[in-house]
């Protein structure tokens, strides 16, 4: 089944500790991205990626990294996750152009 | 800079009367413009999307949305609404010269009465 999968599905971390959350697709997609999502502003984009090691800021990236060692993998870490960083992330997959993105099942995140 | 309004955070309808959610874009090219749909506790599916070819574009579960240049709008419609359709709805905006990066509306709650 083609899918874009997300782990873990929930995280309780205290301020400080770092944490990395992982993607994985299975449908050899050239772009991904990762979007949190928050009460009343939609999704916003932290980070996407064209290809391996190929990399770039969306639109809120402080306080996260991301690479793309492989095609298949898109990490996201938070290296001193703070309390404003509590929300839902979802990692997505695309082929490019107009075919727009699949979506893993989110991970929810507090921070403590 | 391509942005995305959705003019209304909550719709609420009674089951078979028709579903009108709106968006309107901003956008500095032609765009590209999707409808996704979150269930309770789930990702986000597509609906539906259009990409200059029609403007009335047709998408899944009995969705449509017709792309309206003159008043860059891209409104969703359903003719019978069912309690299945409640959900979230984002609009989108693809930014064109920005690799993948979609641009998100907030979104639209929409509550289907029995």
């Known amino acids: 089944e083609a899918q874009v999968t997300q782990n873990p599905r929930y995280l309780i971390t205290v301020t400080g500790k770092k944490l990395t959350v992982t993607c994985s697709q299975n449908m050899n997609h050239e772009y991904m991205s990762w979007y949190r999502q928050d009460p009343g502003l939609g999704l916003r984009q932290i980070y996407y990626s064209m290809n391996v090691e190929v990399t770039d800021k969306g639109d809120v990236p402080e306080g996260y990294k991301v690479s793309r060692k492989e095609k298949r993998n898109f990490p996201l870490i938070l290296e001193s996750p703070s309390p404003n960083q509590t929300s839902l992330y979802f990692c997505?997959?695309?082929?490019?152009?107009?075919?727009?993105?699949?979506f893993g099942s989110g991970t929810r995140l507090t921070v403590v | 800079a391509q942005s995305v309004t959705q003019l209304d955070s909550h719709v609420s309808v009674s089951e078979g009367t028709p579903v009108l959610l709106r968006c309107n874009y901003s956008?500095?090219?032609?765009?590209?413009l999707f409808w996704y749909v979150q269930h309770p506790n789930k990702g986000l599916q597509l609906l539906l999307k259009?990409?200059?070819?029609?403007?009335l574009v047709k998408g899944i579960n009995g969705f449509e949305a017709e792309f309206k240049k003159s008043e860059t709008s891209f409104h969703l419609t359903k003719p019978s609404a069912h309690m299945s359709d409640a959900a979230e709805y984002f609009c989108?905006?693809?930014?064109?010269?920005?690799?993948?990066?979609?641009?998100f509306g907030p979104g639209t709650r929409l509550s289907v009465l029995p």
């Open positions: 997505a997959s695309s082929t490019g152009g107009d075919y727009g993105y699949t």
């Open positions: 989108v905006v693809r930014h064109f010269n920005y690799g993948q990066n979609f641009v």
């Open positions: 259009y990409t200059s070819a029609a403007t």
């Open positions: 956008s500095s090219y032609s765009p590209s």
